[in-house]
């Protein structure tokens, strides 16, 4: 019989790639993971790892093994969501990860709400680009995250996760208040930018728009920081493009033009296998309740 966790360092090698990354992320030892992988080699009988340099690969038969373990995986998932949702409450632990603006607008009161709704359900909480982020919810690192996506630039699916849309956000031209009347982006195209880095999807959304107007932009400030980008537009060193959520549902702090047709969705992802345990289930319809106390768009606009 093969044993089952050890079927779950198989999977995690293939999607981690090497051994130590594995150790790292699970807290064993390199020989630990190295000595449970041999055990499983003798449990099925055939050869699972080859040596490729310093590094190991998998064979044939080890693929075939992970696509079974996948679906083993997935079953148990099932299984303990079935367990959580028999008990009268909501309890355990939750895991998510989201993204800058979200975590700040979206995450303090999602906390308030279950902290009233499931008082026995403990929530821990980090900051992560989504890319990331859905990588650590593929290799069980998390269970639930927030994610965006800005036009023109979807997001791969990930095999395994699902995908709830949660709302639109709707992007705007964002300019110093001596600026104010300066209501179109190509009336910027000498001005100094502040734009999130070309290798993001933010960061390509933005740059090709500008493009898109006749021009390109002088980026003069390229961070991932979003209230970063408040400051130096706040104090006229640049203009830029930000998010409505970013105010929290507050008065922008300096003025706004709108995008027509530019908004970026969000969604909440999750393990297929584990979609319906009962703290996923509320977790979600929290981050609904959330929303619509904000000034977000439809999820499906």
């Known amino acids: 019989m093969l044993d089952v966790h050890r079927l779950r360092l198989l999977q ?5 790639k090497t051994i130590a990354a ?17 055990q499983l080699e003798r449990e099925a009988g055939v050869p699972l790892l080859e040596r490729v340099g310093r590094g190991v690969r998998l064979t044939p038969q080890a693929l075939i093994l992970v ?4 679906a083993v995986l997935h079953r148990l998932e099932q299984a303990e969501a079935d367990l959580a949702s028999s008990m009268p409450t909501v309890r355990g632990e939750l895991r998510i990860a989201t993204f800058q603006t979200a975590m700040l607008a979206l995450i303090p009161p999602f906390l308030d709400r279950l902290a009233e709704s499931a008082p026995e359900l403990r929530v821990r909480v980090r ?3 989504p890319e990331p982020a859905l990588s650590a919810l593929a290799t069980g690192d998390c269970d639930l995250v927030i994610i965006e996506e800005f036009p023109g630039h979807p997001r791969s699916r990930v095999p395994g996760l699902d995908r709830v849309p949660l709302a639109t956000d709707p992007m705007r031209l964002v300019v110093p208040e001596t600026l104010r009347d300066k209501g179109n982006i190509i009336d910027l195209a000498d001005r100094p930018w502040v734009l999130e880095p070309e290798d993001t999807p933010s960061g390509r959304w933005a740059r090709a728009l500008c493009r898109e107007a006749g021009f ?5 400030v390229s961070s991932c920081d979003i209230v970063s980008h408040i400051r130096f537009i706040e104090t006229g060193h640049a203009v830029g493009f930000l998010p409505d959520l970013v105010w929290r549902g507050q008065p922008p702090t300096v003025p706004t033009h709108p995008l027509p047709g530019q908004h970026r969705r969000l969604y909440s992802s999750a393990r297929s296998g584990g979609s319906g345990h009962p703290a996923i289930v509320l977790a979600r319809a929290e981050l609904e309740c959330v929303r619509d106390g904000l000034p977000l768009g439809s999820p499906r606009a």
């Open 12 to 16: 995690e090698l293939h999607t981690r």
């Open 22 to 38: 594995v150790a790292a992320a699970l807290g064993y030892s390199g020989s630990a993971v190295s000595q449970q992988l041999a």
């Open 67 to 70: 696509e079974h373990a996948s």
């Open 127 to 129: 900051q992560m680009e």
């Open 216 to 220: 390109e932009p002088e980026v003069v």
